[in-house]
């Protein structure tokens, strides 16, 4: 039997992958493993019984990755579950950012009352919320993952043409984005081409506040700004400012602060990119999973600290992170053979200075798992079955 907390309401259609060997709590103690989505583990206390962290979402900034990897934890992540979404969120952010439709929503309301005079007052008031069709504009997209690629495809077939940039781009993303999407070297390039800019990258050392004086200057004058990724990309007080003098025309975005709030052309919604039923039922799912094969099997899939592993071989199994050096290695496999005991599957990777080993052998005796704990680069060791 193994413990999962649930660290936020967690779709029960997902949690149904774990099956009946779960025992799936919000208030469970010395949990295998935890499913988390918003709520913040930055101050939560990880017990040695905490083998893996499942987030049912993208974004990991609510969770202390470094910590973990150093404790040993695996974190993984849903990417692309709730990818559609966020793309039709943003498709519609794209006429809130041309149509000032909802400071036209709020105008209507203020006609109430009026009787038979609000069909006149409409059709006197409504240029005030005129604004462009995206047809035959430019979307630059930056950053080109499951929801970037998305967006373009989405944005394209509304007539939109599409400047893409990712540092990580490769040939298969590149294949998946619509034909004639160009592929700029670097953001300025993006800035300068672009009627219109969505943000869809994670929130990092090297992005934060990357949405700054200096890169709207790059942009066209009149720029269109939509950000469904990160609050924290987005220098607010530029913004502010940018928007104040006509450079930006419009800022959409997912992430509601205080210093936009009530600015002129800030279209701000409340995080709904990823609130939709099946967007939550999705990322469940593919979070039980993840869970699931890790703590019946080993295997990792999309984990952002350690790689993907899995493993052929019957029997009981072992997995040990240890550190990313050959003397570690040679002590993995050394408590196998200096005890006699023959694997009948074996793997080993490693992602920075972290390796991950999984083992597989007919029976795995105390004596090998003392061993293993014994080495000196071992970190974590955990036996499987």
Not at 175 to 190: K, Y
Request: net charge negative; aromatic share 6%.
């Amino acid at each position: 039997m193994f413990n999962v907390l649930t660290m936020n309401k967690i779709s029960e259609v997902g949690l149904r992958e774990l099956g009946e060997a779960y025992a799936v709590s919000d208030a469970c103690e010395n949990p295998d493993g935890i499913i988390v989505r918003s709520a913040s583990l930055h101050e939560y206390a990880f017990g040695d019984s905490v083998a893996a962290v499942a987030r049912a979402g993208a974004g990991v900034n609510n969770i202390p990755v470094d910590v973990c990897t150093e404790k040993g934890i695996v974190v993984f992540n849903t990417p692309g579950a709730n990818a559609n979404a966020v793309k039709e969120l943003v498709v519609g952010g794209l006429i809130l950012a041309s149509r000032r439709v909802a400071a036209g929503i709020d105008w209507c309301k203020t006609l109430k009352g009026q009787g038979d005079a609000v069909g006149k007052l409409v059709e006197k008031g409504k240029s005030q919320f005129a604004g462009p069709e995206i047809a035959g504009k430019t979307l630059g997209v930056i950053g080109l993952g499951a929801i970037g690629r998305l967006v373009a495809g989405a944005a394209n077939a509304l007539g939109m043409s599409i400047v893409g940039y990712d540092p990580f781009l490769n040939d298969g993303m590149k294949a998946a984005l619509p034909e004639g999407t160009a592929f700029a070297d670097s953001l300025d390039e993006v800035y300068a081409a672009s009627d219109y800019i969505t943000l869809h990258l994670p929130c990092v050392a090297t992005t934060k506040g990357m949405i700054n004086a200096a890169a709207i200057a790059e942009m066209k004058d009149g720029v269109r700004l939509l950000n469904f990724a990160r609050g924290e990309l987005v220098v607010s007080a530029d913004l502010a400012q940018a928007l104040a003098s006509g450079k930006v025309a419009a800022y959409v975005t997912d992430f509601v602060s205080d210093d936009l709030l009530g600015l002129d052309n800030v279209t701000a919604l409340p995080h709904l990119g990823a609130s939709t039923p099946e967007s939550e039922e999705n990322c469940a799912a593919m979070a039980a999973v993840e869970l699931r094969e890790f703590l019946e099997k080993g295997t990792i899939r999309n984990s952002v600290n350690f790689p993907n592993v899995s493993l052929d071989g019957e029997g009981e199994r072992v997995s040990v992170v240890h550190a990313n050096t050959l003397e570690a290695v040679n002590d993995v496999l050394g408590a196998f053979t200096a005890n006699g005991v023959e694997t009948t599957g074996y793997v080993t990777k490693a992602k920075g200075d972290v390796a991950y080993s999984l083992i597989a052998a007919a029976q795995i005796p105390e004596a090998v798992l003392a061993a293993l704990k014994a080495a000196p680069a071992a970190i974590r060791v955990r036996k499987i079955g």
